[in-house]
């Protein structure tokens, strides 16, 4: 069973009308999950989850979460940069993103336990959200992102028992900086990534591989600008398929950025909406592999409407598949 999650305060945070990330994606995405014929699966404005403050002040420093907070609802135009456009409800919205998918996580994972026979529920759940996350760093806002939700839910998941190793796969056209940082030196949270390279930020050279006991749970897998399907699906079948199956999992989630379409006015990159639906498939056969089929992905960056809004479609296809 698939579930798409969303919230009405992402529309709420207000970047301009000529910034990319801007609130017409998630009209763009929500029509990719009508063109895929799911609208009955999407569940909009879910109660805040009860362990959100807590992580994100795991993830996060007080001081930078306290200074985000202040300039929201200070009236302050930017945040950090002018990459970082902020409204007074941008605080509220990135904070969202994070309870829905801690609340989404929840769903799939604490009901991995139930008796044999029962009905299994949520296993596979797509948040469409923003601000994204995963060039947040620890006290540092980038590239349109605050808080690194993805990065939020890993560690949520690592306190849960019975789940030891959590797999990160993001194939934003754009290097997750954030998240990449945040757990190179783990062992526990393994994070793979298909990029282009040299790219924004700067980061996800091939070298980047982690650091003490996290060296060796970095994948990066850089790609030249103008690639497309066959190099996002080669690096996918040849690299993280294999990756996944020697790191054996508990659970998988997904950095699922769309700005490596062909139509995309950041990215630089010719991938197709039909690749994103192949990539995704090759990880559920993953995880159907090690986690009973259980993934969470959430919606990265995709700045070009009509390219969003088909790549979704084939990647909730792909994950409402049984």
Known sequence: M????????????????EHPERPARLD????????????????????AHPDTTRIIEKVHTADYEREFRDAARGGSRYFHSMDNPISSSTFAAARTSVAEAIAAADD???????????????????????????????AEAMGFCFFNT???????????????????FDFDVHHGNGTQHLFEERDDVYYASIHRYPFYPGTGAASE??????RGFTKNIPLQGGEGDAAFLGATEDEIVRIIDDY??????LSSGFDAHRRDPLGGMRVTEQAYGEITRRVLECADRWCDGRVLSLLEGGYDMEGLAASVAEHVSALHES
């Open 2 to 17: 698939l579930k798409i999650y969303t919230n009405s305060v992402f529309y709420k945070h207000e970047t301009g009308v």
């Open 28 to 47: 763009a995405a929500l029509e990719g999950v009508e063109r895929a014929g799911l609208t009955d699966s999407v569940i909009r404005d879910v109660d």
């Open 108 to 138: 799939i994972w604490k009901k991995r336990d139930a008796p044999i026979g029962a009905p299994s529920g949520t296993k596979r759940a797509f948040l469409i959200a923003r601000p994204p996350g995963h060039h947040a760093e620890r």
């Open 150 to 168: 993805i990065a939020c839910v890993a560690e949520w998941l690592r306190e849960q028992p019975g789940i030891e190793r959590v797999f990160v």
């Open 209 to 214: 591989i982690g650091s003490g006991r996290g």
């Open 248 to 253: 054996q999992p508990n659970a998988i989630l």
